[in-house]
T-cell receptor
Framework: DAGVIQSPRHEVTEMGQEVTLRCKPI?????LFWYRQTMMRGLELLIY????????DSGMPEDRFSAKMPNASFSTLKIQPSEPRDSAVYFC????????????FGSGTQLSVL | GESVGLHLPTLSVQEGDNSIINCAYS??????FIWYKQESGKGPQFIID?????DKRQGQRVTVLLNKTVKHLSLQIAATQPGDSAVYFC???????????????FGQGTILTVHP
């Protein structure tokens, strides 16, 4: 089991640039979650998918954020245009019905917007 | 609004001592609770979970206690080791008609430091 794989591990960009974060969930998992972690707000759920369909995107900060899951093994979180306040660690997590409700997290992407 | 919160942001213990990390929740409708450990530069790692129909659950060196009367959750770590040093998060699943499966709401976290 390779675990949830995220890329890149670190991203440094300038304000106004487009940023794309990538995630490969654990094979066989049918739910995928994007979380954002900051010192001020902790871990916040941005959006989650079930069977590749977005179920709840109420946590997405604003229209600058978008997420897609074109197939069961890949998801992207895009920020366009990026702003300094988007700086955070972004985690992807996945789970499946057979594993109960516990989420398996990736190592995260550390995003810095200058 | 309702949230999951921790009483103590930091906890320092000596190696070999038992550690207790506390968590308060406010949503009485929550029926599933989980503890995660997060080491520096890594994602949260599952430790142990418990459903609301239980009061206690034990794992390897860890025990989770749930007191639904006062909406309190605790994580006990026996014989704490330096490798246990990390941030510990509690989380709850607030079910809503079956559509929130796996949708966890996290507390702010407690920093556990274990001194050799």
């Amino acid at each position: 089991d390779a675990g949830v794989i995220q890329s890149p591990r670190h991203e440094v960009t300038e304000m106004g640039q487009e940023v794309t974060l990538r995630c490969k969930p654990i094979s066989g998992h049918n739910s995928l979650f994007w979380y954002r972690q900051t010192m001020m707000r902790g871990l916040e759920l941005l959006i989650y998918f079930n069977n590749n369909v977005p179920i709840d995107d109420s946590g997405m900060p604003e229209d600058r954020f978008s997420a897609k899951m074109p197939n069961a093994s890949f998801s992207t979180l895009k920020i366009q245009p990026s702003e300094p306040r988007d700086s955070a660690v972004y985690f992807c997590a996945s789970n499946s019905a057979t594993r109960g409700e516990k989420l398996f997290f990736g190592s995260g992407t550390q995003l810095s917007v200058l | 609004g309702e949230s999951v919160g921790l009483h103590l942001p930091t906890l320092s213990v000596q190696e070999g001592d038992n550690s207790i990390i506390n968590c308060a929740y406010s949503n009485s409708a929550s029926d599933y609770f989980i503890w995660y450990k997060q080491e520096s530069g890594k994602g949260p790692q599952f430790i142990i979970d418990i459903r609301s129909n239980m009061d206690k659950r034990q794992g390897q060196r860890v025990t989770v206690l749930l007191n639904k009367t006062v909406k309190h959750l605790s994580l006990q770590i026996a014989a704490t080791q330096p490798g246990d040093s990390a941030v510990y998060f509690c989380a709850e699943n607030r079910r809503a008609g079956g559509t929130s499966y796996g949708k966890l709401t996290f507390g702010q976290g407690t920093i556990l430091t274990v001194h050799p």
